[in-house]
Each structure stands twice: as C-alpha cells, then as structure tokens.
C-alpha cells in the first residue's frame, strides 16, 4: 500500500479460497475426457447437430457407419444422407422437437451411405438445451440394425414362402396339438379333400373325420406314438363320402415361441386307389378270361419258348402247364412244321404285325389236327418290340372234316338233282338252241334268194352258207356246254375280252329284237382287262337276260322299249355287266324266288333260264342278282373276276 502520513508504504494481500473453483474445473475436465472417450470410442453412432439439420460432431463409429469423414459430414444435413423414401418422417420428427412439441424421439430409419448402399439404424434423438456459454443443440444416438433388418427380411421372405408353400401345396398339409390331437391349421388342399373350412376342422380331431372303419387303427397308432410313417387310411367328408389317403404325420419340436406340435401330410389317393381296385379287378377278369377262353391260348416269348397256357391248351394237348412252361414251340408242333410253317408267322408278329393263319399238324397225340392261329404282338418294354406273342389256337379239325363231308354231299346231290333234271333239261337245250337255229333257218332262206338271183350272186351265197356253219357249231357248243353242268366237267377258262363277247351276241338277237321293236345300245368301257372264262357258256348267260327284257317288254306300249347292255369295273378287282330294260319291272315280294328252279312269270315258261344262268355265272366265281331300274323296268348284273384275282367263294381244301 503506499506510505500516508501517519504511515510507511507496506504490501496487502487478500487470500482467495479457489480449492472448490480448481476441484471443479477438474472434475469438468475429467467429465469431458471421459465423455469425449465414451463419444470417441463408442460402438453405436453418437452425433451432434444444430437446430438447422447440420452436422456438429460424428464419432467414428457414426462415421464408419456413413463412410463418411467428419470434415465431410460437416458439410452436409441430417437430410442429405437420410434415404430418400424417410427424410419426410425425418423432417417431421425434426421439426417436433425444434418447435418443442416434443423433446426426444425415436425410430427405425435408413441412411443413405457415401458408396450408395442403405442402412438401418435405430435413431434416438433429444434436445440439449442451451447454457450460458453454448447454444441449444441435438443429440442423436444411431445403432446400426442392418444385419437385424436383413435377417428379419429374410425371415420374414422364408415365412412368406412357407406360407405360400402351405396353402397352395397340392397336397393337404395340417397341424395337431399333442393332447387332442385336434387340428390347429389346415391349407386350403386338406380343406378342398374334407370339405371342411379350417374354422370348422379347429372344432374337430383327427378320429371325427377318420372313416368309421379305421378309428380303431388310428386310434392304435395314436397311442403308440407312431410317427414319420406312411399310412394309408380312409376319411370321412362332410358330405358324408369316403376318400382314401396316404398321411405321413411328423413332429414338429417347441422352439422358445412355441410348443411342440404334430403335423401331417395327407396325399389324396382316392383315384389311385379306385384305378388299383380296377386294374385288379381287371387283372382278375382277364385271368378268367384267359383261363376260361375255349380256344386254347398261350403265351409265347422271343425264344419261342411258352412263357404261359390256359386250361383249355392243357385239355388239348393233353398235358399240364408245368410241363409245356418253358417248352420250346418246336418240341410241341415239331421241327418241320416250326421251321416252314409256324416260326415265319411267329417272326412276324413278334416284329410287330397282327397275324392269322390255318395249318394241317401231323401227327399230334390226338392225330392229324386242323389248326386255326392268330398272333398278337405283346409290348411290355416298350412300343418299337414285341417281348412276346399272344397265341390263340383253334381247333378246327371236326369242322373242316364235316365241311368237306358236307361239300361232296353237296356237290353229290347237285348232280343227281342235275341228273334228275333231264328231262326238263331237254326242253331247257331247245329254248337255249332256239337262237343260233333260229340264225342258221334265216341264213338258209337268205342263201336260197342269193341262189335263186338272175344271175346267181354265189359270193353273197357263199357268205350265208358260213353263217349257217358257224350257227349250226354254235348251236352244238350250247349243247356241249348245258350238258356239261350235269357232269363233273369244270367250265372252260380263256382269257376273254368282255367287250368282245358282248358284241359277238348282238346278230343272235338281232331278230329277236327287230320283231319286238326293242332298240339296243351298248356301253362298254375301254380298256377292259381280260377275265378267265368260257365264251359260250357267257355267251349263253347274256341271251337268256336279253331274250328275257325282250319278252317281259313285248306288252309294254305307252313308253320307248329300250333294252341296254353295260360293261364296267366294279369294286374288288372285278367287271360287271348289266341288262338293263324298261319292261314292267320286278315283283318286290318274290325277289328272292327269282333265281330258283322251276320259278317262272312267263305262261309258258318252265322256270330254268336264270337257274342255269346263275349256276354258269357262280361257276365262273361271279354273281348274279337283280334289281329294279329307274323309272321302268329291271336290271339283271353279273360279276367276274378278272384275271389273276381270287374268287371271293373258293374254299380251301383242308388237305
């Protein structure tokens, strides 16, 4: 202090107790290492920001979270490196709390990091107020959740596709409780099968819609705790109908949620089981059918050996299925016949061809036999080889011996009918000698006026005297001929132009048809090939049908009388020739007569001309029918076979 009157200058000094300031500024000093620690080293994001959304401070953390440095961060707003689709609920929550309608807040969110990528974070955010020496200002805490939000995802993506697995399964899928065995969740598959709704099964156990008749069994399964084995059982549907099931129950362990439950797949086999039942009751028939059949059958594979016979091949061959299984077919219908007969046919169909044939066998333990066989190819391994042949073998033995027997009978008491027949046939010869004599009486009368001329014309007579001798031969090959069907005398075979034959007739009726005032045409096709037979005997057939349509139109006067002769290609390999005339036509009710001996419409008729025309044409392998012409009259049509061609009624001897 400085000196004063009544006193020297001497120092003052005033003592201060600061311990309390200096204890304080380190523990504040302390305070903020240790928070400034806590910040830095921190596992979750710790950031501070300003009431305007800009970045304060970022701990490493929050930083290694972002990919962003905190000089970077400082640069931006909260906003910047929000995801897009959550800055308006940031902003929203923001805005909250800077208006003070509240002080903190907290949600799920996602940033958007530097290199793109997103990131959940569980945000926690409150207001600091302001002191003395700094402003007010937010706190935020962010928790990085990605990894809990991707496993959330793909559970919640793994639920989904069970879920979705669950109700559209096609096949019933249902889960149990243990002590009741009453059903907790059914997909829509089981609920279709029961016709029950899952509300409705929740009501139900398992035993009330199993079929009466397997309660028993289930129940014992139930009580032996048996599981993760198929079984097949039967339901009862609401509508009262049975279905059949194949279920494979299973046990689901608890886990810490949830209790252990039951679940059970449940396959609908209720058409598989019908198609069983079927197919064993069509394996059934066809066993009965085979072993039935009254042929004998069997089955043969690619080593010709029987693989399987029927009863009836048993009765036959006169020994048992244990001995003829295994059998080589040689060693049954001997080396000859197999490698001729029986292995070319067999070959065939195991090739893959249906195959029918009929052989003599000699000897067998029942004698000479006639057999009847047809193969069927047997596919098992696949569509391109037959594995084996199905053979049905039929005896026909007595049958082809009774139909020689009774074809010699026949033909035997044909000719003593023919024989009996010899006095009507006598009168049958004039009728059919009538036209060539007929030809030869006018030819003659003709000669005389050539003859009779001034002078003679003798190449003009000499020409008629011919005619006389080819008529007079013709007459005597008609002769020949309708004598020839009392004997055992096949008829000639030449090779024929049908063209021809026809033409040949027209001057043996010439009169005929220019004194009934009938006019004639022909239609004959070209090309016509040539038919086996015997001109005369054809010939013969065509004057009858012609003489015949002249005589049935002699009455007719209200219309033209035209008679038309058709020659043609029919069906089967065959030619055809048709009389057609416009004379009065056919009686319907005695068709069927028309053809028999003795059957006549004519007063003075004796009923033979179409017999013997239908016995001449059957003896060429033709037919001869009749039918009515349109608008007028009748046709008759034969038919022939040609050349080379088979005649549809030869029969084979069975030697």
């Known amino acids: 202090m400085p000196a004063i009157e009544t006193a020297a200058p001497f120092l003052q000094a005033v003592y201060v107790d600061v311990t309390r300031r200096v204890q304080s500024e380190a523990a504040l000093r302390a305070s903020n290492e240790r928070w400034r620690a806590i910040f830095e080293s921190a596992a979750v994001g710790i950031a501070t920001g300003d009431l305007d959304g800009g970045v304060l401070s970022m701990n ?6 972002l990919g962003y440095t905190e000089d970077e961060i400082r640069n931006l707003t909260v906003f910047e490196f929000t995801h897009e689709e959550d800055r308006a609920e940031t902003r929203r929550f923001f805005s909250a709390i800077i208006t003070g309608r509240q ?16 990131i959940w974070a569980d945000v926690s955010a409150s207001m600091v107020p302001a002191t003395d020496t700094t402003p007010a200002f937010l706190a935020v805490m962010a928790v990085d959740i990605t990894d809990r939000k991707q496993a959330e995802a793909a559970l919640r993506a793994s639920e ?32 279709r099968m029961t016709g029950y709704s899952e509300n409705e099964l929740r009501q139900l156990t398992t035993l009330d819609i199993t079929h009466e008749d397997d309660r028993a069994a289930t129940q014992g399964r139930i009580d032996s705790a048996i599981v993760g084995v198929l079984q097949r059982k039967r339901y009862r549907r609401k509508d009262g109908e049975v279905i059949w099931a194949d279920v494979t129950p299973f046990v689901v362990p608890a886990t810490d949620g949830t209790p252990a439950f039951l679940g059970a797949v449940i396959v609908d086999v209720t058409d598989r089981r019908r198609a069983e039942d079927a197919l064993r009751r069509s394996e059934a028939y066809l066993n009965e059918v085979f072993d039935t059949f009254p042929d004998g059958v069997s089955i043969i594979g690619r080593d010709y050996r029987y693989q399987r016979v029927n009863h009836t091949y048993e009765v036959r061959t006169g020994l048992g299925s244990e001995q003829i299984v295994g059998m080589h077919l040689a060693d049954r219908v001997g080396l000859k016949a197999f490698n001729e007969i029986v292995k070319t046919e067999l070959d065939r169909c195991l090739a893959g061809e249906h195959v029918s044939y009929a052989y003599w066998l000699t000897p067998t333990n029942s004698g000479r ?6 193969y069927a190819p047997i596919f098992i391994s696949g569509p391109n080889q037959a594995s084996a042949a199905l053979a049905i073998t039929r005896d026909l033995t007595e049958y082809m011996l009774a139909s020689e027997a009774l074809r010699q009978a026949q033909a035997d008491l044909a000719r003593l009918n023919r024989i009996m027949l010899l006095g009507e046939m006598t009168s049958s010869i004039a009728h059919e000698v009538n036209q060539p004599i007929a030809a030869v009486i006018t030819n003659a009368n003709a000669g005389l006026r050539w003859l009779g001329a001034r002078p003679p014309n003798l190449e003009e007579a000499r020409q008629t005297l011919a005619r006389i001798v080819r008529d007079g031969n013709r007459a005597g090959e008609v002769i020949d ?59 013969q057939v065509i004057i009858n049908l012609v003489v015949n349509a002249v005589e049935a139109m002699s009455e007719v006067v209200d219309r033209p009388r035209e008679l038309t002769i058709v020659a043609g290609k029919g069906d089967s390999n065959e030619l055809f020739v048709e009389v057609q005339d416009t004379g009065p ?30 016995s001449i044409v059957e003896a060429h392998g033709g037919r001869l029918s009749a039918a009515p012409n349109e608008p007028h009259g009748a046709v008759f049509r034969f038919t022939l076979a040609v050349e080379g061609a088979s005649s549809p009624h030869s029969v084979p001897s069975p030697s």
């Open 481 to 539: 001929r309708v004598r020839a069907l009392t004997r055992k005398v096949p008829p000639r075979r030449d090779r024929l132009d049908l063209g021809e034959v026809i033409r040949e007739v027209t001057p043996l009726t010439q009169a005929e048809l220019q004194r009934n005032e009938v006019r004639w045409q022909t239609r004959i096709a070209d090309g016509l090939p040539l038919v086996p037979g015997d001109q005369v005997q054809l010939q």
């Open 160 to 191: 989904e596709r069970w879920r979705a697995m669950f109700e559209t399964a096609p096949v019933g899928i249902a889960t149990l409780d243990f002590g009741h065995r009453s059903y907790l969740t059914a997909n829509e598959s089981f609920q």
């Open 585 to 614: 036509g056919l009686d319907q009710a005695n068709l069927d007569r028309l053809f028999h001996s003795f059957y006549t419409t004519k007063p003075e008729g004796m009923g033979m001309g179409l017999a013997i025309s239908r």
């Open 103 to 118: 002080t903190s807040y907290r949600f799920e969110k996602r940033y958007r990091r530097k290199d793109g990528a997103t």
């Open 60 to 65: 490493p953390a929050f930083q290694r979270t």
């Open 369 to 374: 036999r006639y057999l009847e066989v047809t």
